[in-house]
């Protein structure tokens, strides 16, 4: 894979975050809490000030200092650096078009837009779907993981 397949993961997550963001930003203009449940899983309109889950409200300038120089090494790591391992690369793709997404939400709202609740789990979006898929990969490859698949 080249750098314009990492690209193009990075921009339809970004994509995905942005579009799901407005979409429910839109179906909220009733003021309704609860757009839509079916069983498990429901959609809600939340605006998260804190980190992943909700943690530590209230703190988002933490957050936006520790997301700008976190995407500035990924953007160096995945584009610029000579390191070439696919499966990291693609990692790193997803945490940047993640991390991207939350970071515009921080930066033009002071909050990140959440909405997707699955049973009792904290809310979450896209971005932290692909947020934590990423770090899982690159956690994977790097302890070992292609190993055991046999690659």
Sequence with gaps: MGNLHYFLITLGVFLLDRGSKFLVR?????????FFRSGFFSIHYVKNSGGAFGLFPRKGYIFLIVTVIAVGL?????FFSSFRRTTTNV????????SLGNLLDRV???AVVDFIQIGNT?????????IVSGSCLIIFVLAGGMKFLGQ
Excluded: E, K, Q
């Design 122 to 130: 904290p809310i979450f979006n896209f971005a932290d779907v692909a």
């Design 108 to 110: 033009m709202a002071g």
């Design 26 to 34: 839109f179906g909220f203009r009733s003021g309704h809490p609860v």
């Design 74 to 78: 990924v953007i160096y790591l995945l």
């Design 91 to 98: 990692g790193l793709a997803l945490l940047l078009g993640g």
